[in-house]
């Protein structure tokens, strides 16, 4: 609908057709001897030059995440992996974050380990602004939306578009690390089910979820 509205299509060119590589999204979490929290952030436009890298805002707060006492105690008491992914436009920052390896924190790039296979594999996506919670949402696993600079995200790399996350969202926004951490327990303690309105969010946003996608663009370009 957004598409057809803003890019100037007329009626019926665009189809409803699924995304093709979702065929592949199968979820595979409940197949791991240890489950994975997979918290990935997406990359700041302004930050690009490594000069001002680590005093940044953005490398701090997550230097917080993945050092911060109660997050690992969660992790100890519930034998669980926080897999901190460095995001492809800044791969090449992993080396700011890999101090704060430890037994139940990983810190992985694309060179490392394909992202697609940790989205399938992880029980809880913790991201900020990154369009990766669309791939956990249609898989029907929680979400965690950790919203620490806002202002300052849209104001220097994008501004807010159609989808707004406190109305839209496939799960909680919080924008302090005592929420995040309160809300991590909380999904950990549910053991990794997804609340009912962000699932009903999904079933809305996600009226085609199967493993047809590809046959249904096969057809239409046939057509």
Known sequence: EYINSHFGYTGGEVK???????????DTSDKMSIKQILY???WRANLRDDQHF?????????KEVLTHSELLDVLERNNLE???????SIREKKRYFEPFVSSR???????????????????????????????FAYQGKP???YHFDYQDYRKNHYSEGYFNYERDGFGPVVHNLPSLIDNIRAIVTNNFDISTI?????????????????????????K
Do not use: W
């Not at 680590?54 to 997550?62: C, L, P, T, V």
């Not at 992202?115 to 900020?128: E, F, N, Y």
């Not at 493993?211 to 057809?219: A, I, P, S, V």
């Open 40 to 42: 990935m952030p997406t």
């Open 198 to 222: 962000y699932s009903h969010r999904a079933d809305c946003f996600f009226p085609r979820r199967d493993q047809n996608n590809c046959l249904r663009h096969y057809e239409a370009l046939c």
């Open 54 to 62: 680590e005093s940044s805002r953005y490398f701090q707060k997550i």
């Open 105 to 135: 924190i990983k810190v992985l790039n694309n060179e490392d380990y394909d992202l697609q296979k940790l989205i399938c594999s992880a029980s809880l996506l913790i991201t900020d602004f990154s369009s990766v919670y669309f791939d």
């Open 16 to 26: 409803y057709l699924g995304f093709a590589r979702y065929d592949r999204l199968c």
């Open 143 to 145: 979400v965690i939306y």
């Open 82 to 88: 926080l897999i901190y992914f460095v995001h492809p």
